[in-house]
């Protein structure tokens, strides 16, 4: 027996509602603007959703969003190869590309540091940071972790790891308030935290 279409559409609200952000209404929205807009664009949305989803990929030298084997920051020629800036996750790779003040490369660790989840430095991708600043030529690691107990501590975590390795060790501070997240940083706020970079102890 066939879903009625009242069925149908409360699995769709069902699922819009698992994405950040979304609540019963915007899902319900969302669906009912769908139904009026022509057939093709919700199966363009949806073949987008899939795409995303077989196609993308973690870049193999920095772990950020890719869709070939390095992403298109690392392959870019034109970026400062030995600056590396440490952040959490992707969103805060877009999040600092948005303010133009940053010209240098990533490393995406793929979360921070919490003992209460179970998360130890080795579910991190902390050994390969380590590893891309063994093999030389990196002059500055800037921590840009967020600004909450488990960033701050995965930072610390890190400098203590690098330190001795030549590289320069500086934390984005000025500006970002604590408990914050660099994903929902405006361009102005980020772009002074990273100006107002310091050194790490």
Do not use: W
């Not at 698992?18 to 209404?25: E, S, T, V």
């Not at 139904?35 to 870049?59: D, F, G, H, S, T």
């Not at 772990?63 to 190869?81: G, T, V």
């Not at 967020?146 to 690098?162: C, D, F, K, Q, S």
């Amino acid at each position: 027996m066939k879903d009625s279409g009242e069925g149908v559409i409360e699995r769709l609200v069902s699922e819009l509602m698992k994405l950040p952000g979304i609540g019963r209404k915007t899902a319900q929205r969302l669906v009912f603007h769908m139904l009026k807009r022509p057939p093709e664009q919700a199966e363009a949305l949806a073949r987008a959703l899939l795409a995303v989803r077989e196609q993308i990929r973690a870049c193999a030298t920095c772990f950020n969003l890719a869709e070939a084997e390095r992403c298109a920051i690392c392959s870019d020629p034109r970026r400062e190869q030995g600056r590396i800036c440490v952040v959490e996750e992707p969103a805060n790779v877009t999040a600092i590309e948005r303010t133009g003040a940053y010209k240098g490369l990533y490393h995406v660790l793929g979360g921070s540091l919490s003992p209460l989840a179970g998360v130890g430095p080795d579910d991190l991708r902390i050994r390969e940071l380590v590893e891309r600043v063994k093999a030389g030529g990196v002059e500055e690691v800037i921590l840009a972790t967020n600004p909450t107990v488990e960033g701050e501590a995965t930072a610390i975590h890190i400098a203590r790891t690098l330190k001795g390795s030549g590289a320069r060790l500086t934390r984005i501070a000025q500006g970002l308030p604590v408990g914050g997240d660099l994903e929902y940083a405006d361009e102005v706020t980020l772009h002074r935290a990273l100006e107002g970079r310091r050194e790490v102890e």
